[in-house]
Nanobody, 123 residues
């Protein structure tokens, strides 16, 4: 069985940084595009960033052009999302996702979802 488990969420003050991690089990990530989505209260789930199997290609939403960094460590079967200069509007549940095709930019592209990790940015 395939599982994606996120970690690293929590309460962060505005301006701080946070790194989320997603560990996959049940399959190897080295051949799969992976990415991150988020859903804030009152909003639809939205695409954040994704990365190709070898890390050579990255896609991102407009709001994530800066402050967000995606990376992967295939040996550890893990994908990361670093968020810098956190803003209150970044508060959301962040979901890890894996696909069998690239680009990964839409929920329609997703084959596997993590259960999400809550990020709350507040003073």
């Amino acid at each position: 069985q395939v599982q994606l488990v996120e970690s690293g969420g929590g309460l962060v003050h505005p301006g701080g940084s946070l790194t989320l991690a997603c560990v996959a089990s049940g399959f190897s990530l080295d051949g799969a595009p992976v990415g991150w989505f988020r859903r804030a209260p009152g909003k639809e789930r939205e695409f954040v960033r994704s990365i190709s199997p070898s890390g050579g290609n990255i896609n991102y939403a407009d709001f994530a052009k800066g402050r967000f960094t995606i990376s992967r460590d295939n040996a550890k079967n893990t994908v990361y999302l670093q968020i810098d200069s956190l803003k209150p509007e970044d508060s959301a549940v962040y979901y890890c996702a894996a696909s069998t095709r690239f680009p990964l930019t839409s929920p329609r592209d997703v084959n596997y979802w993590g259960q999400g990790t809550q990020v709350t940015v507040s003073s």
